[in-house]
């Protein structure tokens, strides 16, 4: 089993920043792409940004500029920086993990983190 512990969530102004992070731990394989996706109440579950296993990124053009996405490797962990936030950011933020591991292809989510930006 793979389990995916997030942190860093919580109550911000418009214009604030916060510090998502995501840990993986358990029978982990070869991790190849770590990423955030954010779902709102009522809409479909969105990709915030995504880094591959080369430190290749990609963001939503929402968040271009703003957000940045890393990992540790050694550590398992992948995070994401939130600056300039806007009240339209609010939503839970999930951390996803896609993983190679005995001859096959993986998923995780995690349980998610509650992002509010208020004006």
């Known amino acids: 089993q793979v389990q995916l512990v997030e942190s860093g969530g919580g109550l911000v102004q418009a214009g604030g920043s916060l510090r998502l992070s995501c840990a993986a731990s358990?029978?982990?394989?070869?991790?190849?792409?770590m990423a955030w996706y954010r779902q709102v109440p009522g809409k479909k579950r969105e990709l915030v940004a995504g880094?591959?296993?080369?430190?290749?990124?990609n963001y939503a053009d929402s968040v271009k500029g703003r957000f940045t996405i890393s990992r540790d490797n050694a550590k398992n962990t992948v995070t994401l920086q939130l600056n300039s936030l806007k009240t339209e950011d609010t939503a839970v933020y999930f951390c996803?993990?896609?993983?190679?591991?005995?001859?096959?292809?993986?998923?995780?989510w995690g349980q998610g983190t509650q992002v509010t930006v208020s004006s």
């Open positions: 996803n993990v896609a993983l190679w591991k005995d001859n096959g292809y993986y998923t995780y």
């Open positions: 358990g029978s982990i394989g070869a991790i190849k792409v």
């Open positions: 880094i591959s296993n080369t430190e290749r990124t």
